[in-house]
């Protein structure tokens, strides 16, 4: 059974950074699409940034340069490392998978099989 738990949401000021973690099991990395999704107060959730061994890690552009996604396969867990923090970035913050490995990007566009529960991240100005 797939599980994913998030941790390492809370409220951060604009200019700081966070960094978000999402302890799995049930599966093994090398064989998911791995990802990370944000929905904001009255909009659809959207892809922020995802990875797949086929096709390395895609990140939606208004986080590229500021957000960086890593996984360690020893402890299970993939994270989110967030910096320069800003009110846009406010969010509930969802860690996902899926056993499908296709072109990384459309994944993240269409969404992935397998959620947690996810975090709430609020940046202050």
């Known amino acids: 059974e797939v599980q994913l738990v998030e941790s390492g949401g809370g409220l951060v000021q604009a200019g700081g950074s966070l960094r978000l973690s999402c302890a799995a099991s049930?599966?093994?990395?090398?064989?998911?699409?791995i990802g990370w999704f944000r929905q904001a107060p009255g909009k659809e959730r959207k892809g922020v940034s995802c990875m797949s061994s086929r096709d390395g890690t895609y990140y939606e552009d208004s986080v590229k340069g500021r957000f960086t996604m890593s996984r360690d396969n020893a402890k299970n867990t993939f994270y989110l490392q967030m910096s320069s923090l800003k009110p846009e970035d406010t969010a509930v913050y969802y860690c996902a998978a899926d056993p499908a490995v296709r072109f990384v990007q459309n994944m993240c566009a269409t969404g992935l099989d397998y959620w947690g529960q996810g975090t709430q991240v609020t940046v202050d100005s």
């Open positions: 049930g599966f093994t990395f090398d064989d998911y699409t």
